[in-house]
Nanobody, 123 residues
Framework: QVQLVESGGGLVQAGGSLRLSCAASGRTFSSYAMAWFRQAPGKEREFVAAISVNGGRVYYADSVKGRFTISRDNAKNTVYLQLNSLKPEDTAVYYC????????????????WGQGTQVTVSS
Protein backbone atom coordinates (compact mmCIF):
# COMPACT_ATOMS: atom_id res chain seq x y z
CA GLN A 1 0.00 0.00 0.00
CA VAL A 2 1.14 3.51 -0.82
CA GLN A 3 -0.46 6.68 0.44
CA LEU A 4 0.17 9.87 -1.51
CA VAL A 5 -0.25 13.45 -0.31
CA GLU A 6 0.15 16.37 -2.70
CA SER A 7 1.00 19.92 -1.72
CA GLY A 8 2.20 23.15 -3.27
CA GLY A 9 -0.80 24.24 -5.29
CA GLY A 10 -2.13 27.76 -5.25
CA LEU A 11 -3.10 30.85 -7.20
CA VAL A 12 -0.51 32.33 -9.53
CA GLN A 13 -0.50 34.81 -12.37
CA ALA A 14 0.14 33.73 -15.94
CA GLY A 15 3.85 33.35 -16.54
CA GLY A 16 4.48 32.43 -12.93
CA SER A 17 5.79 29.26 -11.34
CA LEU A 18 4.79 26.71 -8.75
CA ARG A 19 6.40 23.59 -7.35
CA LEU A 20 4.15 20.70 -6.48
CA SER A 21 5.24 17.94 -4.13
CA CYS A 22 3.84 14.48 -3.57
CA ALA A 23 4.94 12.70 -0.42
CA ALA A 24 4.54 8.94 -0.33
CA SER A 25 4.27 6.62 2.64
CA GLY A 26 5.87 3.22 2.78
CA ARG A 27 9.34 1.85 2.35
CA THR A 28 8.98 0.73 -1.26
CA PHE A 29 8.67 4.13 -2.92
CA SER A 30 11.71 3.46 -5.07
CA SER A 31 9.92 0.54 -6.73
CA TYR A 32 7.05 2.70 -7.99
CA ALA A 33 6.86 4.65 -11.19
CA MET A 34 5.24 8.00 -10.50
CA ALA A 35 3.12 10.34 -12.57
CA TRP A 36 1.21 13.57 -12.43
CA PHE A 37 -2.23 14.00 -13.92
CA ARG A 38 -4.58 16.96 -13.89
CA GLN A 39 -8.28 17.51 -14.20
CA ALA A 40 -9.93 20.78 -15.10
CA PRO A 41 -13.63 21.44 -14.43
CA GLY A 42 -15.82 19.63 -16.91
CA LYS A 43 -12.89 17.80 -18.46
CA GLU A 44 -11.44 14.33 -18.16
CA ARG A 45 -8.33 13.63 -16.17
CA GLU A 46 -5.28 14.02 -18.40
CA PHE A 47 -1.70 12.87 -18.22
CA VAL A 48 0.92 15.52 -17.46
CA ALA A 49 4.25 13.84 -16.72
CA ALA A 50 5.79 10.57 -15.52
CA ILE A 51 9.08 9.39 -14.11
CA SER A 52 10.67 5.96 -13.87
CA VAL A 53 11.46 4.22 -10.60
CA ASN A 54 15.04 5.51 -10.46
CA GLY A 55 14.34 8.85 -12.11
CA GLY A 56 16.38 8.01 -15.16
CA ARG A 57 13.51 8.34 -17.62
CA VAL A 58 10.84 11.00 -17.82
CA TYR A 59 7.96 11.63 -20.18
CA TYR A 60 5.75 14.68 -20.72
CA ALA A 61 2.53 15.57 -22.38
CA ASP A 62 3.11 17.80 -25.37
CA SER A 63 1.10 20.57 -23.73
CA VAL A 64 3.61 20.93 -20.88
CA LYS A 65 6.88 19.91 -22.52
CA GLY A 66 9.54 22.54 -21.98
CA ARG A 67 7.57 24.23 -19.18
CA PHE A 68 7.11 21.51 -16.54
CA THR A 69 9.76 19.30 -14.97
CA ILE A 70 9.14 16.11 -13.03
CA SER A 71 11.72 14.80 -10.58
CA ARG A 72 11.92 12.50 -7.59
CA ASP A 73 13.95 12.04 -4.44
CA ASN A 74 13.74 8.41 -3.36
CA ALA A 75 15.51 9.16 -0.10
CA LYS A 76 12.66 11.51 0.80
CA ASN A 77 9.87 9.40 -0.75
CA THR A 78 8.81 12.45 -2.73
CA VAL A 79 8.08 13.30 -6.33
CA TYR A 80 8.00 16.87 -7.58
CA LEU A 81 6.50 18.78 -10.45
CA GLN A 82 8.02 22.15 -11.26
CA LEU A 83 5.55 24.28 -13.20
CA ASN A 84 7.03 27.24 -15.08
CA SER A 85 5.58 29.69 -17.59
CA LEU A 86 2.11 28.86 -16.37
CA LYS A 87 -0.89 29.57 -18.55
CA PRO A 88 -4.56 29.94 -17.63
CA GLU A 89 -5.24 26.64 -19.39
CA ASP A 90 -3.01 24.91 -16.82
CA THR A 91 -5.68 25.58 -14.21
CA ALA A 92 -6.75 22.22 -12.77
CA VAL A 93 -6.56 19.91 -9.82
CA TYR A 94 -3.23 18.13 -10.02
CA TYR A 95 -2.95 14.54 -8.82
CA CYS A 96 0.05 12.34 -8.31
CA UNK A 97 -0.23 8.63 -8.95
CA UNK A 98 1.89 5.53 -8.43
CA UNK A 99 2.17 2.11 -9.94
CA UNK A 100 4.72 -0.69 -9.73
CA UNK A 101 7.39 -1.06 -12.35
CA UNK A 102 6.96 0.98 -15.55
CA UNK A 103 5.02 4.21 -16.10
CA UNK A 104 2.13 4.72 -18.48
CA UNK A 105 0.15 7.72 -19.66
CA UNK A 106 -3.15 5.90 -19.04
CA UNK A 107 -4.64 6.87 -15.68
CA UNK A 108 -6.44 3.53 -15.44
CA UNK A 109 -3.10 1.75 -15.06
CA UNK A 110 -2.23 3.50 -11.80
CA UNK A 111 -3.03 1.85 -8.50
CA UNK A 112 -2.57 4.68 -6.02
CA TRP A 113 -3.69 8.28 -6.09
CA GLY A 114 -3.38 11.35 -3.94
CA GLN A 115 -6.23 13.67 -3.06
CA GLY A 116 -5.10 16.40 -5.45
CA THR A 117 -3.93 19.98 -5.14
CA GLN A 118 -5.56 22.93 -6.88
CA VAL A 119 -3.55 25.06 -9.29
CA THR A 120 -5.23 28.23 -10.51
CA VAL A 121 -3.56 30.48 -13.08
CA SER A 122 -5.03 33.93 -13.56
CA SER A 123 -4.68 35.86 -16.81
Amino acid sequence: QVQLVESGGGLVQAGGSLRLSCAASGRTFSSYAMAWFRQAPGKEREFVAAISVNGGRVYYADSVKGRFTISRDNAKNTVYLQLNSLKPEDTAVYYCAARSDYYYTDAAKYDYWGQGTQVTVSS
